[in-house]
């Protein structure tokens, strides 16, 4: 909303309270203290105009220039330890572009960074890689897990075909693991380790990355042999000069995006507890939706490598990840046939929550009694998670059982039943409760769920 709108909507509001109100206190008083009355409501109003220019100046605030010329010199050229971080031009007008004026999708990739990095890092510390390439899915995709450009890259890395098959990734019509995140990751790494051992240098790797190795090593040629990115910038295709800066861009939004107060996108809390199964029958996403209660939009995002939304039946078995709980559901469903327990994706979602939201937003989105490790600092910085070399504590939260409502009649309990939650989940939060009770006073048959939303009786003799 503008200035000049806001400013006649409050003054419509004035106005009407002014008609309402004013005027008929004004009748009851005495005629030499009219004058002074309505200047005092005048100074009240002016007042508040002059609150809401305030209020305004601060919601801009965050447009301004929170570090000088040489503090943000300094903070970029100390983001990271392997990869040679440097403060252009290029990377301040990037800088510029994340934190001001791209402010809207700086704060989407912020609310996403707790979903993929555990796993990207998780896979890097394997492979003994720097913790800093993670950036390197932002820039590709801004971690939009579907993202497909004009030149037909695909998914989080941004893989075309010719190099996802190099790298053992299936491109197929119906399913296409570079949409895949622990695949795509597994492969992309790779191949910035193989750039890496190339050029011996991790900006060089990162802009092979982008424009090809053939095009960097033509830009040495052109150099004199020098293997340096900042160096041979000048002979690297234009979108690949502007590539590092980006990576280094977005790594310093996400050390400092509490400075120019940009607020991440809360993620679905279904993300932050997942297990894998691997399924040998046919199965649309339809039907998993249905068994489970997880919305078909959740099942399409955590499952992206089937791109015509069902999996194929096979001797070998496919993947599939859903929230824990959920494929829980699904495997006592199917009485563990054609469906086969894999793993629980134990990734240290809680370390970045921590270091994203408050506590008590943390505690709220994992939805449970957690313990987690955090770094002694305040606030705490993105570059604490990636070094993680400071002191440690452990700091409980205790989140309250649901809320539940009594009848009148019988003095019952009912359970509203979440996305994901089990039978046996809604049990644990009571006492001397157990899932074939709730099936018996629910009259719920195993092959028939509930779903989402269900009010499920639960009998206050037993509780």
């Known amino acids: 909303m503008k200035i000049s709108d806001s400013f006649a909507v409050y003054l419509k509001k004035f106005k009407f309270c002014q008609e309402n109100i004013l005027i008929t206190d004004l009748k009851n008083i005495n005629p030499m203290n009219k004058k002074s009355a309505i200047n005092s409501s005048i100074l009240m109003l002016l007042l508040y ?23 943000l010199k300094w903070k970029v050229m100390n983001l990271g330890r392997d990869i040679d971080f440097k403060y252009t031009p290029e990377v301040k007008k990037y800088i510029k572009t994340y934190t001001k004026n791209g402010r809207t999708s700086s704060e989407l990739i912020l609310g996403k960074v707790p979903v993929y990095f555990p796993q990207f890092e998780k896979l890097i510390e394997q492979k003994n890689l720097p913790k800093e390439l993670s950036v390197l899915a932002i820039v590709e995709s801004h971690l939009n897990v579907n993202a497909y450009s004009k030149a037909g890259a695909a998914g989080l890395w941004q893989f075309i075909k010719g190099t996802a098959k190099k790298y053992n990734l299936a491109v197929r019509s119906n ?5 895949d995140v622990e695949r795509s990751t597994i ?13 011996g240098d991790w900006t060089l ?113 496919y993947k599939l990840v859903l929230p824990k709980n959920a494929l829980f559901t699904l495997l006592e469903f199917e009485g563990y046939k054609k469906v086969e327990f894999v793993k629980e994706n134990n990734f240290d979602y809680s370390k970045y929550m921590i270091g994203k939201f408050s506590r008590e937003t943390t505690a709220y989105l994992l939805g449970k009694e957690y313990r987690i490790e955090i770094n002694i600092m305040s606030p705490l910085r993105m570059q604490d998670v990636f070094h993680n070399s400071m002191e440690r504590r452990t700091i409980e939260f205790n989140i309250p059982k649901p809320v539940v409502a009594k009848t009148e009649s019988n003095n019952s309990l009912f359970h509203k ?33 509930p779903r989402i939303g269900t009010q499920l009786i639960i009998k206050s003799g037993k509780d």
């Open 49 to 71: 105009i002059l609150s809401l220019g305030s209020l305004r100046a601060n919601s801009t605030d965050n447009t301004k220039s929170v570090f000088s010329e040489d503090e």
């Open 175 to 179: 399913f296409d693991e570079r949409y």
């Open 187 to 199: 492969a992309a790494l790779d191949y910035l380790n193989d750039l890496h051992t190339e050029f």
């Open 205 to 317: 790797a990162l802009a092979a990355y982008n424009c090809g190795a053939g095009n960097v090593r033509k830009a040495i040629r052109r150099s004199g042999g020098v293997k340096n990115f900042w160096t041979i910038k000048r002979y690297l295709p234009r979108e690949t000069r502007n590539y590092v800066p980006k990576f280094i861009a977005i790594s310093f939004m996400l050390e400092h995006y509490r400075e120019y107060n940009l607020l991440p996108q809360v993620p679905d809390k279904s993300f932050f507890s997942t297990a894998e199964a691997r399924i040998y029958k046919h199965m649309n996403f339809r039907q998993i939706s249905d068994i489970t209660g997880v919305s078909l939009s959740i099942i399409k995002k955590m499952n992206s490598a089937y791109r015509r939304n069902y999996i194929p039946l096979s001797s070998h078995g």
């Open 417 to 449: 039943l979440k996305a994901g939650e089990t039978l046996d989940d809604v049990a644990m939060n009571y006492d001397n409760v157990t899932a074939i009770d709730i099936m018996q006073w629910n009259s719920i048959n195993i092959k028939h769920p």
